[in-house]
């Protein structure tokens, strides 16, 4: 077998993907910042700490998106954005800094962590620190709305089918509940 394919099987085995293929999901036009995790295959871990420093800059809230390579729900949301770039960029950019973390679905909620600062914390431990009724499970696509001290702003919605109109994602970015 020749090295470079039995290198990549085996990577795909210890469940190492490269950074192409965490690649942005969201579209372009909403200028999201891209964070790649770090630390893998044993932990993947999304550093927020600049995107915080720079929505302080910036006088912006985060529009915080988890996303997976391989999700068909983040695709469809991802689509939708898409299409309906016009009436929602300016909606986007006027409030927010888009922030894209880049995941697959074989990255459990073990493995997922988010760090804020000297603080890393697991998946579910950084949900319950947040208030997050999903703090039990690990669901693709997920958005977390945070203003500039990194306190969340509302309870949002996550997985299949969630603010899939115009009118659903104004209500979210308007925090509206």
């Not at 390579?69 to 927010?96: G, I, M, S, T």
């Not at 997050?132 to 696509?141: G, I, K, N, Q, T």
């Amino acid at each position: 077998m020749p090295r470079l394919l039995l290198a990549a099987l085996v990577a795909l085995w210890l469940g190492w993907m490269p950074p192409r293929a965490l690649a942005a999901g969201l579209p372009a036009a909403y200028a999201p910042m891209v964070v790649q995790p770090v630390g893998m295959p044993a932990r993947h871990e999304f550093d927020l700490t600049e995107a915080f420093a720079r929505a302080r800059r910036d006088n912006k809230r985060l529009y915080v998106y988890l996303g997976a390579n391989d999700c068909p729900y983040c695709r469809r949301y991802e689509a939708f954005l898409e299409r309906n770039a016009q009436d929602l960029v300016p909606h986007f950019a006027a409030k927010y800094l888009v922030v894209d973390l880049r995941s697959a679905l074989m990255v459990t909620a073990d493995l997922l962590y988010i760090r804020i600062g000297d603080r890393s914390l697991p998946y579910a431990e950084f949900q319950r620190s947040i208030g997050d009724e999903r703090a039990r499970m690990l669901v693709y696509p997920s958005v977390w709305l945070f203003n500039q001290q990194a306190k969340p702003l509302m309870q949002m919605p996550a997985g299949n089918g969630t603010f899939q109109t115009v009118p659903e994602q104004l209500e979210i970015l308007n925090l509206v509940q």
